[in-house]
């Protein structure tokens, strides 16, 4: 199908690029990117996570752990980074960063005629099988018509978020009423491990 007006063709790379990096966030076993904490009687995985800014998702990942039961004693890897998350209009790409240092560059679609809005903002909402609002009538989870994907993060910019895509044919290129998708498969990982007040910084 020729591009629509106002698409950018991009020649990106529809399948992520992860670093070695990454691969160790994910991984269990301790790096310089992390530390080691010590599970206390009374705790649980929500009360740690918030304690250290860090996702639940991420502690299971990072410690390999099946379940949420944890035992007094247990030593867990608790990754350190601070992510933040650029996207690039021009290129369509959507770079996670830990401490400044590119994690993972993923393929996205943003806004037909250039209105992804630019600029810095923060996660402020995480929502999974989100409902899409549209002209005041809401399109529920599930129904063909909703193009929001298997998860929303908003931003504090009203009305613009990262979620995810029904038409991953067209990732890559400037088709959106001015959000940012993704795979489905790819916005729930980027879901997993970003916590509230992420920064993400929107540039031409």
Known sequence: MPPLSGEIQTT??????????????????ADVHSALYEVKRGDNLTVISKRHNVTVDLIKKANNLPDDKL????????????????????????LLKGDEEVLKTYTVSTGENNSTPVGVFKIT???????????????????????????????????????????????????????????????EELYSLVPYGTEVTIVD
Request: with cysteine.
């Open 12 to 29: 990106q790379s529809f399948e992520p690029v992860e670093t070695p990096a990454f691969k160790a966030l994910v991984s269990p076993g």
């Open 71 to 94: 035992i007094p004693g247990m030593k867990l890897k608790i990754p350190a980074y601070k992510f933040s998350i650029v996207v690039d209009k021009s290129q369509n790409t959507l």
């Open 125 to 187: 909402d995480k929502l999974v099988n989100p409902t899409w609002y549209k002209a005041g009538a809401a399109v529920p989870f599930g129904s063909p018509e909703n193009v929001l994907g298997t998860r929303w993060l908003g931003l504090t910019q009203k009305g613009y978020g990262i979620h995810g895509t029904s038409e991953p044919e067209k990732l890559g290129r400037q088709v959106t009423a001015g959000c940012v998708r993704m795979k489905n498969e790819e916005v």
